[in-house]
DNA sequence: GTCTATAATGAGATAGAC
DNA sequence: GTCTATCTCATTATAGAC
């Protein structure tokens, strides 16, 4: 009926994981899969090794954790914005993506450092295909759905381009987060102007290969 | 005058080196720099461990050279292709970028599986922080000349938000290479077709932030 | 649940024979 | 230049006391 747990676990428990999770969720972020090591993040979290070990299991269940746990929340967020959006009326495909991103975007700048990592976590899971499943679990059905609104707005269009249209704007948008020194570079920093231009291109875009013959 | 070394390498060292280098490409490109190991390379090169460390010296300096290798290549050939495209005449922002991912894709789908593996190894440099001296070094300066270019049919955009137009195209472009799994997944394999339409996605997104106010 | 100690493995790097 | 052997260190994971 239910799962292989005895009993509910502690209070203390749950902080204790929360604290493990808070610092795996840094320290992946930072420095990758790969690179991280569970003794970093145990000294992160201020705890000892094992205890890493006893609330996370392996290094790859910590990692998928740590993923989801944000992830969960985070699609929460997109599908009560898409509703709302969609309650308002008048969709586009502009305030579509907007909605997707700015959901994000908020939290990145108000939300403190961890939803700033999560960023940067959703980038790594992104670019290797050893998350491929992790991917498919904790991204794809809200971007279905997101998917699902622009393909209303265009009927005739074909749904790989749209496929394609998707995933060249999270990209744009992972790039818009992690890789702001390389545009910085030339320019001011992060703001919402800069949110605008990021919808803006992506928007334009889409559109452009929607329509296409 | 000259450098530290005493006597020129003969030609048997040269082939070691290339054959380390060539291992190296396709184990960083796979597993990123920190998952890829000395051994894993010198096993795949079938030499010595001891061998990898003489001809490419640290782990973080055998994997500089391994880019740098390549994305020279890659820079004359993006630069000889922008030239020809400046003496046709007629530019078009659709060109530029036609003609800058055009360089790399066709390598890439008939240059063997060290031009594909490339593309990956691309994807880890430009998303680690790690090697923000690194990207300077190889890509600036090529992107920086297609950006002139762009720049000179819109006179009056920012350049600000000519380098953001860049950054995402650039990281659509690898999302087209690595994440091609993920837009398969809805339709069909990457063919011809499938480029325009990336181009088309950049150039449309590219023009509208150039031309906003 | 918590924490200590340790096992078992694999890593990067080096010294020195050929 | 090439290759073998080895050093030193850090890693994940586990066993068992509290």
């Not at 292989?4 to 902080?15: D, G, I």
């Not at 929360?18 to 899969?33: S, Y």
């Not at 381009?161 to 020194?181: E, R």
Request: net charge neutral.
């Amino acid at each position: 009926m239910s799962t292989l747990r005895k009993r509910a676990p502690s209070a203390r428990s749950l902080e204790t994981k929360a604290k493990i999770l808070d610092a795996a969720e840094m320290v992946f972020a930072e420095r990758g899969f790969e690179g991280a090591s569970l003794r970093d993040i145990a000294g992160q979290a201020a705890v000892p090794v094992g205890l890493v070990h006893h609330h996370g299991g392996s290094k790859e269940e910590l990692f998928c954790q740590t993923v989801r746990r944000r992830a969960s929340e985070m699609a929460d967020i997109r599908q009560q914005s898409l509703e709302e959006l969609k309650a308002a009326g008048d969709l586009t495909l502009h305030k579509i993506l907007d909605c997707f991103m700015r959901a994000y975007m908020t939290l990145a700048e108000t939300g403190g450092d961890h939803w700033r990592a999560y960023g940067r976590l959703v980038a790594h899971v992104s670019s290797d295909p050893r998350w491929r499943e992790l991917t498919a679990e904790c991204f794809d059905p809200t971007a279905g759905l997101y998917l699902d609104e622009i393909l209303k707005l265009y009927p005739k269009a074909d749904r790989a381009a749209a496929a394609a249209g998707q995933v060249y704007s999270v990209s744009s948008m992972l790039a818009h987060l992690n890789s702001g020194w390389r545009i910085d570079a030339l320019g001011d920093g992060h703001n919402e102007r800069e949110l605008d231009r990021l919808v803006t291109f992506c928007a334009a875009g889409f559109e452009a290969i929607l329509i296409k013959v």
